[in-house]
């Protein structure tokens, strides 16, 4: 399984989708850094002392990005400097191809240091529009239908949402 990125896209895209990375272990991680990389991408997450961190790429770092499969990696960084590549098999699928099917991805490795286990958690995982409190009503039709948002692909939603959008500012329920 590979986390899937589009070329030239964001990942934080209206707040929709998070690729977390969960540090489990057995020894404190206070005063520790992670440095992730993938491709030209290279983050330093300076304090990681709850465990976790996110990693969001701007539409400009997946647009340098070449398409395939290719692997990122994830360095622990202690308190002294001193640095271990915890992994570089962090599958991600870059494409240059729309998939019209996003769905949650998660990656686990188990590394070993001395006597201890990291576990490394990466997920990427997409959230749900948020449901404003406001009603309003559709005058004009004869014919109730049912929209079942939970079998829409992103796309649709799209264009579900710009179609309304686009309704209400000509109706002039929104500017």
Do not use: W
Request: hydrophobic share 40%.
């Amino acid at each position: 399984m590979a986390i899937k990125l589009f070329r030239g896209d964001d990942t934080n895209f209206a707040d929709l989708r998070e690729i977390a990375v969960t540090l489990n272990t057995s020894f404190s991680l206070v005063g520790y850094s992670a440095i992730f990389t993938l491709q030209s991408f290279r983050r330093v997450y300076d304090d990681i002392s709850a465990g976790s961190f996110t990693i969001s790429f701007g539409g400009r770092d997946t647009s340098r990005m070449s398409a395939g499969t290719d692997y990122g990696s994830l360095v622990l960084v202690d308190p002294s400097g001193r640095s271990k590549t915890l992994t570089n098999l962090i599958e991600f699928d870059i494409s240059d191809t729309v998939d019209t099917v996003e769905e949650d991805e998660t990656l686990t490795f188990d590394v070993t240091i001395d006597a201890a286990t990291v576990e490394i958690s990466v997920e990427s995982t997409f959230g749900s529009v948020p449901l404003g409190s406001e009603v309003y009503s559709v005058t004009g039709h004869n014919t109730l239908k049912t929209l079942d948002l939970s079998t829409c692909t992103f796309a649709e939603l799209c264009d579900l949402v710009g179609t309304l959008t686009e309704t209400m500012q000509a109706v002039g329920i929104i500017k």
